[in-house]
């Protein structure tokens, strides 16, 4: 998303600092991320197992979001949860800032690798999205390793795209020639010329894949293909929320799409505020 | 293509289902074949095959009657069954049913490579318009059990489009099926069982929440339900808690970890589970009614064996439980002592103590797990109940203790389940059980004359007086409840005497299907 | 008509060409790892009545239990006959399995895609032409929220409400159980399409109601924009004159260039509605372990963002002459 007519309309009334604004994201994401890791190991024993005394509750002081049929806490339950989907996420947006970064750079070792870094990008953008994230997942045979290895695949793209296209113009560019000229060797000019303009690029991508790694991660464990369905993760509680929405449980389905939610718009929010930090290369599409 | 004769009679048949009382059902109780509607290829295994009619079918109290067949024998070398067909059966296009049809639906069933099991026969010959032949390979007297499920489809237009299109000479025809979505069927005028109540019957697919959501808008009839939902009832519809073999129990590993494992790497045995002292005190022990209460809301029945109530089932097999007192002798008799005093037993040095795996999806095998080990620790044995993936229990239940479930209408389960041939084979025997008296018993069974002489030998495996599969004999399983099977039904709608339930909740209850009848105005 | 369109249709016919057997490949490749047994898949609930000769009977037929290579050829053999195979699953031929689903799946993208393109230019339009106040801020909000939700959340949200909550609308289906299709009445499927067609239309809304917010925003800074202003005319005005005209031909481009998500989306909404498309069939496809099946479907879909992609590069074309000069 091009926000390139942003600076036009900039009124001194209300000043924009992207530092700011980027530093005021990070802060609240990771500590929202920070409090869902350390909350969830943190939960009492049994906090998370059936109680038969206690099915299907709305929220009240004792379950402040209620329970489910099975009489497992849902606030409980949605802290266990995210914090699987943050796990989850944050090993494939890692992995597929990897393959961006593997791909983008062997994209400029030459015209073949080019082509081949192209020709794989049009096979993974020519499928639909969550359509390849099946195959990939089937292909695994589902489960956490399942999720991991297809969100990593299929997320690079456009990540790749950037970083490819940053190399290609730091590599043509006239103080890497003189760099080499005077002898320098290319792991110098990858550490000294490279490296920090690729490293804020690499950051953003990586915050920025984030959150679609989790919510692609939900909708894999939604329809049965993600993480098993004995560990708590949204996806499952979503899937199991739909038979309890028909007797009016709205509750069930409340808490564990709205804690995805969250997590997913600050990482986006965060993604944005880095992008428009590391400059308009990165925000085209 | 019709006979004048018979032209008539359908004529006055089509009048009659038109008639006062006769009113659309709508069933939500899954059971959708994504394959179509073809029995060549498996439809029709349990339940009502709708559109087909089959040789035999099992009562209500799970007999063998007859339905196209009018009679039936078995040679004496166990190898050949002869049956005889009624003569007046027509499929849903008006065309009578012969031999040859029957045995172009068995020839073909066998080499389909679909879901109906036919290996055994070797060829099925057509001796009249009315007699039929079935000669098997070696005697099996399982293979009846094909009998009462295979639907005889028509030789001249069976083809590719049948499942999609059935043609059969059974009590409906299709109206239409709407894939994934829903089935709406009418009566078969052709067919020759009586008259059905309902002009037409509806089938809503779709999710099992949509199901619920009909039966509260009053528009589905019959509606299967989870059993932790099935206390409320909306109005107009009453609970019905069908009973089942639907089983649930613990496999035990029956012999020691002596380094083995499978062809693909997994361990076999397990010492403590080995020793047949501590599987009898474990079954000994166990408060099954307590069990029932706790994972199935009281909505089940303790379990005692594997086919509990079904003809093969040996409920002189059984032993009482809930009997904590009887357990800890047994135990003590065989060398299990509390020796360091915290309460769990050990027997030279190794401790009694084995984890018992269930799929961590499922609560109700999680809810037993967790009871059975409660109870297991009043007698000094430490059972840790763990939550586990299908695949890892794959890797995990010939070396551990898995709670496991079955219920067929079909005693070759019985087979699978506790013959030598069978350890290791898929789920079948987990547990790598091996006693040649009790192979033998179910070798006799199998090569039994009649489907009544085999029942003895079924009943004998389980135990025969010295020995047997049961708990009374090798005890190879704790075998703990029988589920209940949950439905919500119309208030007005009487679904007549029900079958014990198979394993496998919904689409089973229609098997009597034509017989329902409707009590409102 | 122009020169410029042959010349792009067979470019990209050229790309497809090549596309296709590497896609094929690549997905046979993807399939045939998986770890699960398409038998045992196959006979799932009824272990206890197959016995393991009928297994080998069963993966005989299905062709089960040759090596990987040898499966691929003879696909391959059969795909240029026109035959995608039969799928286990559904025991009928791929090509039939599709074309029995495409339609309800068709049914829910395109409206989904047409009623996401009106909202989203419509709100894109508003945002930009209220730049900075409040109707600005609150569309902007709605859109970042939304695409950081899970689509079948919102799906889920919709149901408790419109259906089990205030009971406007079916929570599921393409049609009311026990009507024959004959007798469902086209009001009634409309109902029926209402929140799956929702659903699917506001997952994929954030980046058209921003970017057509973005160019709005440009054309109102441009000197055109300027100038008409200084003769009086109001903002709404210029938003949907001329500027609407402007921010159009931009948004169809990235709105048919994005078709291929909505069918991605399709899978997950037809998961919550029950509704029998071609996502069901996908994902009974992925837990059956048909392999013919999710090849065919694997390959339907690359034809269809195939379509969507061309077609947004003739729209970015139409709308911006200087693109054709490039082609």
Not at chain 2, 165 to 181: A, K
Not at chain 2, 289 to 310: F, I, K, S, Y
Request: charged letters at 15%; one cysteine or more; aromatic letters at 6%.
């Amino acid at each position: 998303m091009s926000d390139a007519a942003e600076p036009i309309r900039a009124r001194p009334a209300r000043p924009r600092h992207p530092q700011r604004r980027a530093m005021r994201h990070g802060m609240i994401a990771l500590a929202l991320l920070g409090a869902v890791l350390a909350g969830a190991p943190l939960l009492p024993e049994g906090a998370l197992s059936v109680d038969a005394a206690a099915r299907a509750l709305a929220p009240r002081p004792a379950h402040p979001l209620g329970t489910d049929l099975l009489g497992r806490d849902i606030a409980a339950r949605t802290l266990a949860a995210l914090a699987q989907s943050v796990q989850v996420g944050l090993l494939a947006a890692g992995a597929s800032t990897l393959v961006a970064l593997v791909l983008g750079l062997a994209a400029t070792l030459g015209r073949a690798a080019d082509h081949l870094v192209g020709g794989l990008t049009e096979l993974a953008l020519g499928l639909p999205h969550f359509v390849l994230l099946i195959m990939i997942a089937f292909a695994m045979g589902g489960g956490t390793a399942g999720v991991i290895v297809a969100v990593a695949l299929t997320h690079w793209p456009r990540l790749s795209r950037v970083l490819r296209h940053e190399a290609q113009v730091i590599a043509a560019s006239d103080y890497v020639a003189i760099s080499r000229a005077l002898g320098r060797s290319r792991l110098w000019v990858a550490r000294h010329h490279l490296a920090p303009h690729l490293v804020p690029q690499i950051v953003a991508g990586f915050v920025v894949i984030f959150p679609h790694a989790i919510l692609h991660e939900a909708g894999l464990s939604f329809i049965g293909l993600g993480i098993e369905p004995h560990l708590p993760s949204i996806g499952v509680m979503l899937a199991e929320s739909l038979r309890e929405i028909m007797a009016g449980h709205w509750w069930v389905a409340a808490a564990p799409g709205l804690g995805l939610m969250l997590v997913a718009l600050i990482f986006e929010r965060l993604g944005e505020a880095l992008r428009r930090l590391s400059g308009p290369a990165g925000g085209t599409t | 293509m019709l006979r004048p004769l018979s032209t008539a009679a359908i004529a006055l048949s089509l009048m009659l289902p038109a008639g006062a009382g006769a009113r659309p059902l709508v069933l939500a109780i899954g059971g959708e074949p994504d394959g179509g509607f073809d029995p060549i290829m498996g439809w029709g295994h349990y339940g009502s095959p709708l559109f087909y009619s089959t040789l035999l079918r099992r009562d209500a109290a799970l007999d063998l009657v007859g339905d196209l067949a009018t009679d039936w024998t078995l040679s004496e070398d166990g190898l050949v069954w002869r049956v005889t067909l009624r003569g007046d059966a027509l499929f849903s296009d008006g065309t009578p049913l012969t031999a040859a049809d029957v045995a172009f639906t068995y020839n073909t069933a066998r080499e389909a490579g679909g879901l109906a099991d036919l290996t055994v026969l070797a060829e099925a010959r057509a001796l009249d318009a009315t007699t039929v032949e079935l000669e098997l390979t070696e005697p099996r007297i399982t293979f009846v059990s094909r009998l009462a499920t295979l639907g005889i489809v028509p030789a001249a237009t069976y083809g590719d489009d049948h499942a999609r299109h059935p043609v059969g000479s059974g009590p409906f025809r299709m109206v239409e099926w709407r894939e994934g979505e829903q089935l709406v069927v009418e009566p078969n005028p052709y067919w020759h069982g009586g008259e059905i109540a309902f002009e037409r019957v509806s089938f809503v697919f779709g999710s099992e929440e949509a199901g619920q959501a009909l039966a509260r808008t009053g528009i589905a009839d019959l509606v299967a339900v989870p059993p932790a939902m099935a206390d409320a009832a909306p109005r107009g519809m009453k609970v019905l808690h069908v009973e089942s073999v639907d089983n649930r129990g613990l496999a035990f590993p029956m012999v020691p970890r002596a380094g083995g494992t499978t062809g693909a790497g997994a361990p076999i045995g397990n010492d403590v589970t080995a020793d047949r002292a501590v599987r009898l005190a474990i079954n000994q022990a166990l408060d099954r009614e307590a069990l029932v209460a706790l994972a199935l809301n009281g909505h089940g029945r303790p379990a005692t064996g594997p086919a509990d109530g079904l003809p093969w089932d040996n409920p002189g097999a059984a032993i009482p439980g809930n009997d904590p007192a009887a357990a800890m002798a047994t135990l003590e008799a065989a060398g299990w002592r509390d020796g360091d005093g915290d309460g769990l037993r050990e027997k030279d040095g190794l401790p009694a103590a084995f984890r018992v795996l269930y799929p961590a999806g499922d609560s109700t095998r999680q809810a037993l797990a967790l009871g059975a080990a409660d109870q297991l620790r009043g007698i000094g044995i430490d059972a840790r109940p763990t939550g586990a993936s299908w695949d890892e229990i794959g890797a995990l239940m010939h070396s551990e203790v898995v709670v496991l479930g079955w219920g067929a209408h079909d005693p070759s389960e019985i087979l699978y389940l506790h013959h030598g041939a069978y350890a290791g084979v898929d789920y079948y025997n987990t547990g790598h059980y091996r006693n040649p008296v009790v192979d033998a018993h179910l070798e006799a069974a199998e090569a039994a004359i009649g489907f009544e002489p085999s029942l003895a030998h079924w009943q004998a495996a389980a135990w025969d007086g010295e020995t047997g599969f049961g708990p009374r004999g090798d005890a190879t399983w704790a075998w703990m409840v029988n589920l209940d099977h949950s439905y919500w039904v119309s208030d007005c709608l009487d679904p007549g005497p029900l079958q014990v339930h198979p394993h496998g909740h919904g689409f089973p209850i229609t098997h009597d299907l034509p017989s329902w009848r409707w009590t409102c105005e | 008509m122009n020169a410029w369109l042959p010349a792009l249709v067979a470019g990209r016919l050229l790309r497809l060409a090549w596309l296709l057997p590497l896609a094929a490949t690549g997905l046979f490749v993807l399939i045939s790892m998986a770890p699960i047994d398409p038998v045992q898949a196959y006979v799932g609930g009824r272990t206890s009545q197959i016995g393991p000769e009928q297994r080998e009977a069963i993966a005989a037929a299905w062709g089960l239990d040759r090596p990987a290579p040898e499966r691929f050829a003879s696909w391959l053999g059969r795909l240029v006959q026109g035959d995608l195979g039969r799928s286990i699953t559904f025991n009928a031929p791929v090509l039939q399995v599709i074309a029995a689903r495409l339609p309800a799946s068709l049914a829910l993208v395109g409206s989904a895609f047409a009623l996401s393109f009106v909202l989203g230019t419509l709100l894109g339009l508003v945002a930009g032409a209220t730049r900075g106040r409040w109707p600005d801020r609150v569309i902007r909000t709605i859109a970042v929220v939304l695409a950081a939700s899970p689509g079948f959340w919102i799906a889920i949200l919709l149901v408790a409400l419109f259906a089990v909550g205030l009971g406007w609308l079916p929570a599921c289906c393409a049609a009311p159980p026990g009507r024959l299709d004959s007798e469902v009445a086209l009001a009634d499927r409309w109902r029926h399409m209402v929140l799956p067609v929702v659903t699917l239309s506001v997952v994929g809304l954030a980046p058209l109601v921003l970017h057509t917010r973005q160019s709005l925003i440009a054309f109102l800074d441009g000197p055109a924009a300027r100038h008409l202003a200084a003769h009086g005319a109001r903002p709404l005005h210029l938003a949907f004159g001329p500027g609407l005209r402007h921010a159009a031909g931009v948004a169809l481009t990235l709105h048919l260039a994005g078709a291929g998500e909505l069918f991605g989306g399709s899978v997950l909404a037809e998961a919550v509605f029950a509704w029998p498309g071609l996502g069901q069939a996908t994902v009974r496809a992925a837990t059956g372990a048909d392999a013919p099946l999710l090849m065919g479907i694997g390959l339907a879909t690359l034809l269809f963002v195939f379509a969507g992609n061309l077609l947004a590069d003739i729209a970015a074309r139409l709308a911006d002459p200087r693109l054709r000069r490039a082609a």
